[in-house]
């Protein structure tokens, strides 16, 4: 089982800027991607943006704008998230793809941060 802390949510004016940071831990043997969705009341969750073996995938709507980064020592992944606007207010899922001790590919979602982007 892996357990994936997430911080970094809040509220923040339009134009503003947020780090969201989720911090992996558990039976890990490898870490195949990475990455943070997002979930806006009413809608269905979407891909924001993702890491695999250090390229970097991006939403149309946040590319230019946000920066994902991850550690691989600390099995930690952030996500930089500049130029805020109110369509960016969701929650905010981390997510990893990894395979566990036992040799199984597993997926793993954290809880979910609040990000409210104010007009």
């Known amino acids: 089982q892996v357990q994936l802390v997430e911080s970094g949510g809040g509220l923040v004016q339009a134009g503003g800027s947020l780090r969201l940071s989720c911090a992996a831990s558990?039976?890990?043997?490898?870490?195949?991607?990475m990455g943070w969705y997002r979930q806006a009341p009413g809608k269905q969750r979407e891909l924001v943006a993702k890491?695999?073996?250090?390229?970097?995938n991006y939403a149309d709507s946040v590319r230019g704008r946000f920066t994902i980064s991850r550690d691989n020592g600390k099995n930690t992944v952030s996500l930089q998230m500049n130029s805020l606007k109110p369509e960016d207010t969701a929650v905010y899922y981390c997510n990893v793809e990894y395979v566990d001790r036992g040799w199984s590919a597993m997926v793993s979602w954290g809880k979910g941060t609040l990000v409210t982007v104010s007009s």
């Open positions: 890491i695999i073996s250090g390229r970097t």
């Open positions: 558990g039976s890990i043997f490898s870490i195949n991607a």
